[in-house]
């Protein structure tokens, strides 16, 4: 036996026990939302059959559709949000050296430290007295405020990465600053703020404890509020129908993510040392 | 130098900074007022009472029950995250066959909302009906099912070690960025010298990744501190406040139970404990910085 084998053997070996604890859930998710409702609650691990039509009776039982629209319209907006003021901050932490620098940079830290939980009563006076309690307009504002330190700290260091000759080239051929930046800088600065920009969507996406508070009606809820709310405080619980939104909630977000991942870590690595 | 908006830092970062500025600083001036008055359920302020909201909380036995919880909470989970991701970060850093598939999988928990890992969990959980008591059954480890969220003494146990598995893969993430950093000639090194495994490990890696241990460990007791869906998903604090942490305490007391001028003085306490946490991360980050 050749010795990267061997190796390979003892090391997946050796990781075995997390990745049973890890594909746990997975494979209780996945097996229930497959499951005929009548052997849901018989703890027999493989269905019968499976049972795909749970996921389109899914999508009416747990009033699917409305959730997810407003999930991606908290999203999307809140990530528009963040961006718009993060792209022109960023921009300026990494292009400039000013008073004040050190200063807005640990500021930044600082808002990335205290997660929304700590605030929640100030940020529910905040919501009722702007009058947007039960609105998801409210969601949108406060995650693309939340948002913003993480999206600043994730551009500034991809920006950093970009040399500034090129600008200083454009500049000295006679072109303007504004003109530079949208010809020269943006360009190259794409990818970063594309992958910035889906991170900071899958933070909306995933986000529970300020929808749970700001939204009262089942008309606003976003994903996770509404199927929390379908297994919160209920006597009988459809979890073959929870497990299929779940799935459909998650799958799509896990695998952007999974994908991505290696972009995360490398722009919070180079954050993180620059 | 050309004169335009684009060359004033200041003006760049205005939006950005008032934006971020304006979502903390007024919250925390509600939450600093409300904590000092006496206040209502419906948020009323009936006139200032001094700290007797902070006494309030201080002689609440469910809050010296949720604080003692949150220390296990925290404690438990940041240390049992490292012993585990320091082992995992070092066979992900090597090179084997699937190496790339066995990280996608380990970093996975991190792409999963907190609060659907929770609701499955709660499922998985079930006393009845739940694929855990009947998997654990099967291969024969337990002969009667358990009742896993119905009490604390299994329920909280299970939700830290949720809490590990969610943790991994940002710790693992930080330690793969302190390993790849350490150069491969001082491991060469120490093989000429005739080094035993232990002693590189001992001598050389773990010296070297201290900085990011320190780092991970500071997040790590920030993020957890504040984790909130694990606990709330899976049991809301229950049975009888009984796996209740700091957070979930203070949700119940500000919307449960309407005592707004005690959660908000938890809330301020709370803040300042957090930020006590984010100083000592700044040291720490800056101390790497200049070595």
Redesign the interface.
Known sequence: MNP??K??LL??A??SP??V?????????F??AIKPANE??????WPREAAWRNFIDMWAVTNFGTALWNSIYVSVLSTV?AL???I??A???S??R?R??GF?R??????Q???P??????????V?WLGLLDNVNSIVF?Y???N??FT?WMLQSYFSTIPKDLEEAA?IEGA???KA?VMVFLPLALPAMTVTAIFSF?NA?????IA??MLRRQESYTL?IQ??SL??GRYT?E?HH??AA?FV??IP???I??WL?RYL?RG??IG??K | M?R?P??N?????L???L??????L??????GT?SLNDVNRF?QLRGLNGVENYVAVFTDPDFLGALWRTFIWTGGIVVGTLI?SV??AM?LN?????RSL?R??????????????A??????LNG????????LQ?IGLIDQNIQWLARASTAFPVQI?IGI?VT?PFTT?IF??GLSSIPDDLYEAAKLEGASRWQTFREITLPLMKPFLN?SIVLNM??VF?S??II??TT?GGPANSTDIL?TY??KL??RFGK?GE??AL?VM??AL??A??IL??AL?MRR?RT
């Open positions: 990267k084998l190796k390979s090391y997946w050796l990781l997390l990745i604890l890890i594909l746990f859930p997975f494979a209780v998710m097996i229930t849901v609650l018989s703890p027999t691990w949000l718009a003021v993060s022109p901050a921009y300026a932490m292009r400039f000013f004040g620098q807005f640990q500021f930044l830290l600082v808002t430290m205290l997660s939980i700590v605030l929640v009563i100030g940020l529910f006076r905040l009722v406060v693309g405020a939340f913003v330190a600043v500049w303007s600053p504004a930046l899958i996406w995933n986000e529970f404890v749970l508070t996770p199927i929390f297994v919160a619980v979890w929870v497990m779940t909630a998650t977000v896990a695998v993510f999974a991942q870590v919070l690595a993180a040392v | 050309i335009s684009l060359t830092p200041y003006l760049l970062i939006p950005g900074f934006l971020a500025a304006f979502i903390i007024w919250p925390l001036y509600q939450l409300i948020g585990i082992p995992v066979i090597e090179d084997f066959y699937g066995a996608v999988i380990i970093m996975l928990p991190w792409a999963v909302s907190l609060t659907m890992t609701i499955v969990w709660r499922w998985a009845e009906s739940g694929m855990l008591n009947s998997g099967n070690m598995l991994i993430t793969l960025g780092i920030i993020y504040n909130f869906p709330w998903a809301q957070v203070l949700y500000g919307f707004l959660a908000s809330s709370m803040f957090l930020l946490f984010t991360y700044v980050a910085e």
